[in-house]
């Protein structure tokens, strides 16, 4: 029973490129969170999203920062015109139940910007 | 204030100690609370729920005191393979609906 899945587990990309990172969740989940952790720094919610629907995107940065999750296929985390403040780990987490609160979390998505 | 927050640590231990972290959390309406684990540059890993009658999973115990909004996580009988950074993480509802909220944990090394 594979966990949640990220790919690519290492993105380069120079300042002004796009980044596009990929979550699909466990199996049988619906609930798809998003999280970026900075360097030397704690994990800080962006976006919560259910098929074809975001829920909560109070954490997202209001420019540049876009996230969908459609009805087939993984969700995406899109960074346009990315900027060194970008470099982070990108955390996806899925879960069954939002009543559960009990989040599994990917691999992540190391993003550097060079 | 910050929302979650913990001693960063490190917390040098010797195999076999009893270690304890402390988290306080700003939001008094905060319903729900765990401990995670996360090892060096590797995904957050739910270690256990935190309830208000505390709770232990075999050398691990949390503790959560409502009025002093104060989570604890003890470790007994340390091993090597406790390193790792122990993150508080707290739920309330409103206008974050119930996502995660992450301390910036605190990092332990149990040494031989």
Known sequence: NAGVMQNPRHLVRRRGQEARLRCSPMKGHSHVYWYRQLPEEGLKFMVYLQKENIIDESGMPKERFSAEFPKEGPSILRIQQVVRGDSAAYFCASSGDRASYEQYFGPGTRLTVT | ?112
């Open chain 2, 1 to 112: 204030r910050k929302e979650v927050e913990q001693d960063p640590g490190p917390f040098n231990v010797p195999e076999g100690a009893t270690v304890a972290f402390n988290c306080t959390y700003s939001n008094s309406a905060s319903q729900s609370f765990f401990w995670y684990r996360q090892d060096c540059r590797k995904e957050p890993k739910l270690l256990m729920s935190v309830y208000s009658s505390g709770n232990e999973d075999g050398r691990f115990t949390a503790q959560l005191n409502r009025a002093s909004q104060y989570i604890s996580l003890l470790i007994r009988d340390s091993k090597l393979s406790d390193s790792a950074t122990y993150l508080c993480v707290v739920i309330d509802y409103g206008g974050s609906q119930g996502n995660l909220i992450f301390g910036k944990g605190t990092k332990l090394s149990v040494k031989p």
